[in-house]
């Protein structure tokens, strides 16, 4: 559990944007574990296994948030966000317009890559994330190291439409 729940939390929180919902996530991927650890084999991929658990745990909590919106059960991704922010802004004043854009940046990214398809969002978060090569991933969530190139070059290119307008206001300013 302690080499493991660092980068499982990690993985979740950037996933479902929540502490609180990560951490159950991450909780309930060691209680599945410790359920089934007589009907793994001795060859289990116990990595692959761990992140494919959490990964499915996280796309069902997100569907559930998604079909019951105003019910997150504590704080939202925005004020997550907000509380960033507000303790990254340094004191002076040329720092702080450069801060305000870097959060204001970060803030476009994390909300596109949180509108990207299920298998797209996975495959974006090990690989650049958890920097996890094409064949870990491709244990992960069920397909080949082509299938994961796939993947992570059509969720880039989302990411590339979904944040131009915002990077040429950036670029007018």
């Given at each position: 559990?302690?080499?493991?729940?660092r980068?499982l939390?990690?993985?979740?929180w950037?996933?479902?944007?929540n502490?609180?919902?990560a951490?159950?996530?991450?909780?309930?991927?060691?209680?599945?574990l410790?359920?089934?650890?007589?009907?793994?084999?001795?060859?289990t991929?116990l990595?692959?296994w761990l992140?494919?658990?959490l990964?499915?745990l996280c796309?069902?909590?997100?569907?559930?948030?998604?079909?019951?919106?105003?019910?997150n059960?504590?704080?939202?991704?925005?004020?997550f966000?907000n509380?960033?922010?507000?303790?990254?802004?340094?004191?002076?004043?040329?720092?702080a317009?450069?801060a305000?854009?870097n959060?204001e940046?970060?803030?476009a990214?994390?909300?596109?890559i949180?509108r990207l398809p299920?298998?797209?969002r996975?495959?974006?978060l090990?690989h650049h994330?958890e920097?996890?090569?094409?064949?870990?991933i491709?244990?992960?969530v069920?397909?080949a190291?082509?299938?994961?190139?796939t993947?992570?070059?059509r969720?880039?290119?989302?990411?590339?439409e979904?944040?131009?307008?915002f990077?040429?206001?950036?670029?007018?300013?």
């Amino acid at each position: 559990m302690s080499r493991w729940q660092r980068p499982l939390f990690a993985f979740a929180w950037r996933y479902l944007r929540n502490r609180a919902d990560a951490e159950d996530a991450v909780i309930e991927t060691f209680v599945r574990l410790h359920e089934r650890r007589g009907r793994l084999r001795a060859d289990t991929n116990l990595p692959a296994w761990l992140f494919t658990t959490l990964a499915n745990l996280c796309h069902n909590q997100h569907r559930w948030r998604r079909r019951h919106p105003g019910t997150n059960g504590g704080a939202s991704a925005a004020s997550f966000e907000n509380q960033a922010a507000a303790e990254n802004i340094p004191g002076d004043s040329s720092g702080a317009s450069s801060a305000l854009e870097n959060n204001e940046a970060a803030a476009a990214v994390r909300a596109a890559i949180d509108r990207l398809p299920h298998d797209q969002r996975a495959v974006l978060l090990l690989h650049h994330y958890e920097q996890l090569g094409y064949r870990e991933i491709g244990a992960i969530v069920g397909c080949a190291e082509r299938g994961v190139e796939t993947r992570l070059y059509r969720a880039r290119q989302k990411l590339r439409e979904e944040l131009a307008p915002f990077l040429r206001e950036v670029a007018a300013r």
